[in-house]
């Protein structure tokens, strides 16, 4: 049984959202604002949080940012009202794994939770193409060293910190180097899910994984922009271990 943290400071909005997940047999705990929500996660062991953004004491991108700033990378859905699409790049830049729109549909709700969940657990299924060292769970390209059984990373042997979702992108991208992906495509090859109006969550998403994995995010090397088309990995010579 996973646990999911719910919060946000009106009952009405935690109320309809345990009911949607308490179905599918999830344990919810509850929280009023970001400060509650932090102190909780800090004492249990939580697999995934749905947060509203807007909450007194503690707004959800304080709560966020200071969850990203202490390297915990546990999924967080982000609640935003549907006009307000500042506040989802602000969420997304903060380090939301996704946001979901009032009012909810309670399919979406289920859905994007069962994929942030899935992603957080396991990162994602295998690809039959995958050469042999792939299938034992390493991906190399370049300098990059991705141990998918270890869910980390290395760039010329120091690690890097992913959030789940930077992982699975990464993952899928190294699996199709040098293939070209729309944002659409990515979406639903990554989150599992319709694209519509995803473009901005791949977007900032991609553009956090440049900034972790680029030497110059500005002028990357291994994240490549097809213009007009979408994204790429661009394939690179594994260095030669030196004895």
């Not at 996704?98 to 069962?114: L, M």
């Not at 980390?152 to 120091?158: K, S, V, W």
């Not at 599992?192 to 956090?208: F, K, W, Y």
Request: proline residues 5%.
């Amino acid at each position: 049984m996973y646990n999911i943290l719910i919060c946000d400071d009106e009952a009405d909005i935690r109320s309809a959202l345990r009911i949607y997940l308490s179905s599918d047999d999830y344990n919810i705990i509850e929280a009023e604002n970001g400060k509650q929500a932090l102190e909780i996660i800090a004492k249990e062991n939580i697999h995934l949080l749905l947060m509203d953004i807007m909450m007194p004491v503690m707004d959800g991108i304080r709560a966020l940012t200071k969850l990203r700033e202490e390297n915990n990378n546990i999924p967080v859905i982000l609640l935003t009202a549907k006009s307000q699409d500042t506040d989802k790049i602000l969420g997304l830049n903060a380090g939301a794994d996704d946001y979901i729109t009032k009012p909810f549909n309670p399919v979406e709700v289920i859905a994007r939770v069962k994929s942030q969940i899935r992603r957080y657990t396991r990162f994602g299924g295998s690809d039959n193409s995958a050469t042999k060292e792939e299938k034992s769970g390493i991906l190399r390209n370049g300098g990059l060293e991705l141990d998918d059984n270890s869910k980390t990373l290395t760039r010329d042997g120091e690690p890097i910190n992913l959030t789940p979702t930077e992982m699975m992108i990464l993952k899928f991208f190294m699996q199709n180097l040098d293939k070209v992906y729309s944002p659409k495509e990515l979406y639903r090859k990554v989150w599992g899910d319709d694209p519509l109006g995803a473009e901005n969550t791949v977007t900032v998403h991609i553009r956090h994984l440049r900034e972790k994995i680029e030497i110059d995010p500005a002028n990357p090397d291994y994240l490549k922009v097809s213009w007009g088309h979408g994204y790429k990995m661009v394939s690179k010579k594994v260095p030669e271990a030196i004895d």
